[in-house]
C-alpha cells in the first residue's frame, strides 16, 4: 500500500480520502480548513495532518481536489520543491486543461509526474466509489496509478495527453449545464401554460429530452425544493467557462457555451457563493 497525500478534503474530497484509506493507503492530508483536515484525521487512525509542504514530501503520490486552477496553482507550487523525483501529482479538480499542461511541464523539469484525473458523479458516487474518472497524461505513468484511482471510480478511461482529462469535463459539464438549463426552462414554461411540474418531467424521461436533470435532479433536488445536490453553482460556472475558454483557445467560438457560462455566472452572481447549482431551475423561473 503507499503513502498518498491528499489536498481538499470537501463534498467531493472527504468521501474519497474515506474510500482509500478504507483500501489500506496510509494518508498525509490537507485542507485550507484545518477542522476539517483534523476531523478527518480523528476519525482515520493513521492518518497525519500536513502543517506544511514538506510533510508530502515522503509521499509516492499526491491527490488535489480543489476548486480551480489558481487553487491548484498555488498548492502544487508549495510542494513542488519537495517532492521527491518519481512522484506522481494526481489532479482530480475539474480545473483548466492549458493551466494543466502548464503545471505539468514544470513539474516534469524535477522529475514529478502530473496525471489529471477529473472526476464526474457527484457527491453520491463518490460515496459509493463509483465515480466516473477521465484521465489525462502519460500512458505509463496512468497504469502505476490505476489501482489508486480504482479506489474511487468504476468507469476510469484514459483519454489523452495531459490537459485532455480536463478538457473532457469540461465539456461534459457543459453539456450537462446546457441540459438542465433547457430542461428548467420546458418546465416552467410547461407549468404556465397548465402542465403539472412532475409530469412535464415524467413525460420527458420516457421521451427523447430525457436526461441527467430530468432523470437524477428533478425530482430529487428541483421540484421538492431540496436544492442539496452538494455541486454549487459557482463550480457548475466555473466548468462552463473553461469549456468556453477550451473553444476560443483551439480557434472554435462556442456560442451556445458562451451563453450557458453568461447564464450560470450570473445566477452564481445573483444567488451567492453557498448556492447549489441545482437552484438554476429557481433562477430561471424567477420571472
Ligand atoms: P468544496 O468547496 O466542497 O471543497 C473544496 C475543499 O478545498 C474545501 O474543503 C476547501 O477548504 C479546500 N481548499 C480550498 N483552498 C485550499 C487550499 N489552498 N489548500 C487546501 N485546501 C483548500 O468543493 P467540491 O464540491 O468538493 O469540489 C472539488 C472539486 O471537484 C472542484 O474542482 C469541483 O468542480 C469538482 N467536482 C465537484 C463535484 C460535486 O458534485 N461537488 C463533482 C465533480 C467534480
Given amino acids: 500500500m503507499s503513502r498518498i497525500g491528499f489536498i481538499g ?3 467531493m474530497g472527504r468521501p474519497m480520502a474515506h474510500l482509500l484509506h478504507a483500501a489500506g493507503h496510509t494518508l498525509v492530508v490537507q485542507d485550507a480548513n ?16 500536513a502543517n506544511a509542504a514538506q510533510e508530502f514530501a515522503g509521499c509516492d503520490a499526491v491527490i488535489t481536489m480543489l476548486p480551480n ?10 510542494l513542488q ?12 479538480s475539474s480545473a483548466d486543461p492549458n493551466r494543466t499542461r502548464a503545471l505539468a511541464a514544470r513539474l516534469q523539469e524535477q522529475g514529478v509526474a502530473l496525471i489529471d484525473a477529473p472526476v464526474s458523479g457527484g457527491v453520491k458516487k463518490a460515496v459509493a ?5 477521465m484521465v489525462g497524461g502519460d500512458a505509463q505513468v496512468f497504469a502505476q496509478q490505476k489501482p489508486v484511482l480504482e479506489c474511487l471510480g468504476k468507469a476510469i478511461t484514459y483519454v489523452g495527453p495531459v490537459g485532455a482529462g480536463h478538457a473532457l469535463k469540461a465539456l461534459n ?23 403539472e411540474a412532475a409530469t412535464i418531467v415524467d413525460v420527458i424521461n420516457a421521451s ?3 436526461n441527467n436533470t430530468t432523470e437524477n ?10 436544492f442539496d445536490s452538494g455541486f454549487s453553482l459557482a463550480l457548475q460556472a466555473k466548468d462552463v467557462g473553461i469549456a468556453a475558454a477550451l473553444g476560443s483557445s483551439v480557434q472554435l467560438p462556442m456560442e451556445l457555451a458562451q451563453k450557458v457560462h453568461a447564464m450560470t455566472a450570473d445566477a452564481s452572481q445573483a444567488l451567492g457563493p453557498k448556492a447549489d447549482h441545482t437552484e438554476l431551475y429557481k433562477f430561471v423561473g424567477r420571472a
Avoid: W
Fill in 217 to 226: 435532479k428533478a425530482h430529487q433536488f428541483m421540484l421538492n425544493g431540496a
Fill in 129 to 133: 466509489g463509483t465515480l466516473a474518472i
Fill in 173 to 195: 459539464n457543459y453539456v450537462s449545464a446546457a441540459a438542465l438549463l433547457a430542461t428548467a426552462e420546458a418546465i416552467h414554461v410547461g407549468a404556465a401554460f397548465g402542465i
Fill in 208 to 210: 427523447t429530452g430525457r
Fill in 9 to 11: 478534503l470537501g463534498m
Fill in 34 to 49: 484545518q477542522e476539517v483536515a483534523a476531523g478527518f484525521a480523528a476519525e482515520h487512525p493513521q492518518t497525519l495532518v
Fill in 69 to 78: 486552477s489558481d487553487i491548484v496553482d498555488a498548492v502544487v507550487q508549495g
Fill in 81 to 92: 520543491p519537495h517532492l521527491r523525483r518519481g512522484a506522481c501529482v494526481i489532479e482530480m
